[in-house]
């Protein structure tokens, strides 16, 4: 039976009759000691985080979860929910909306740091920012992190998140301020190239904090979705209090351009 216990290899639980144990803990034990953000790291990282990281990484799941029913991802989340699916279904609609451009451009912004961050050892700090906006406008012309249809000069959640991110950093040594610093430095190098500013973003703001966490980049985007889960829960269950039934991204009066050619 080994090839088959095998199967599922897992270091994360123990479950037998009885018993279920996460990361060696009993869930007993985890009821009482550890909170729901303290849980996210646990699960994912493999230890209980320090006072630092969970307050660090709690104001980024509470910073992310939600951008109202413009957002693409709120709005498929809450016309799912007039078509007479369940809660579910809706918030795995609103989940599955969160790809490169939306949601989760955070992996890419984190993984712009990372690459900055290992290029910095060589180089000054400027001069390595500078040298990966090359490549990555090489690539597309959009700097994952920078931007906002209604942020502008500046996301009001950015400045708030980088103070906390060198509060935490000074409180525990494991949470490296740099990123920080890089993702501001991303910003100011914009700046300089577009002759103005240029808001850093949620996505960017939020891989900073993971980074300075030591949160691999493709678990960033799993952390994005995890935060933004609860805004689509709760736009769902408020759209399932209303009597609406099918409802389209616009007001029935209102009709799509057609293009005969």
């Given at each position: 039976?080994?090839?088959?216990?095998d199967?599922?290899t897992?270091k994360?639980?123990?479950?037998?009759?009885?018993?279920?144990?996460?990361?060696?803990?009993?869930?007993?034990?985890?009821?009482?000691?550890?909170?729901?953000?303290?849980?996210?790291?646990?699960?994912?990282?493999?230890?209980?985080?320090?006072t630092?990281?969970?307050r660090?990484?709690d104001?980024?799941?509470?910073?992310?979860v939600?951008?109202?029913?413009?957002?693409?991802s709120?709005?498929?989340?809450?016309?799912a929910m007039?078509?007479?699916v369940g809660?579910?279904?809706?918030?795995?609609?609103g989940?599955?909306?969160l790809?490169?451009?939306?949601?989760?451009?955070?992996?890419?912004?984190?993984?712009?740091?990372?690459?900055?961050?290992?290029?910095?050892?060589?180089?000054?700090l400027e001069?390595?920012?500078?040298?990966a906006?090359d490549?990555?406008?090489q690539k597309?012309?959009?700097?994952?992190g920078?931007?906002?249809r209604?942020?502008k000069?500046?996301?009001?959640r950015?400045?708030?998140?980088?103070?906390?991110?060198r509060?935490?950093a000074?409180?525990?040594?494991?949470?490296d301020p740099?990123?920080a610093?890089i993702a501001?430095?991303?910003?100011d190098?914009?700046?300089?190239?577009?002759?103005?500013r240029?808001a850093?973003?949620?996505d960017?703001?939020?891989?900073?904090?993971?980074?300075?966490?030591g949160?691999p980049a493709?678990l960033?985007?799993?952390?994005?979705c995890l935060?933004r889960?609860?805004?689509?829960?709760?736009?769902?269950?408020?759209?399932?209090l209303?009597?609406?039934?099918n409802?389209?991204p616009?007001?029935?009066?209102y009709?799509?351009t057609?293009?005969?050619?």
């Open positions: 039976m080994n090839d088959v216990a199967w599922w897992t994360i639980i123990r479950m037998e009759p009885g018993q279920i144990e996460f990361r060696n803990q009993p869930i007993e034990a985890l009821i009482q000691s550890h909170s729901f953000t303290q849980m996210i790291w646990l699960m994912t990282m493999g230890e209980t985080p320090s630092a990281q969970t660090l990484l104001a980024a799941l509470v910073a992310s939600d951008h109202g029913p413009q957002a693409p709120i709005a498929a989340s809450r016309m007039t078509c007479g809660i579910n279904n809706a918030i795995a609609s989940v599955n909306m790809g490169d451009v939306h949601g989760g451009a955070g992996e890419q912004a984190l993984e712009l740091y990372q690459s900055i961050l290992g290029e910095s050892s060589d180089q000054s001069n390595a920012i500078d040298h906006l490549q990555s406008i597309t012309a959009f700097v994952p920078f931007g906002h209604f942020h000069p500046e996301d009001p950015a400045r708030p998140l980088m103070e906390l991110l509060q935490c000074q409180d525990d040594p494991s949470i740099r990123f610093d501001e430095g991303v910003q190098a914009i700046e300089r190239r577009k002759g103005k240029i850093m973003n949620i960017g703001a939020t891989a900073a904090i993971y980074g300075a966490l949160v493709t960033a985007r799993g952390l994005f935060s889960s609860v805004g689509l829960t709760a736009h769902a269950y408020e759209q399932s209303s009597n609406e039934r409802k389209g616009t007001p029935p009066s009709r799509w057609h293009d005969p050619n």
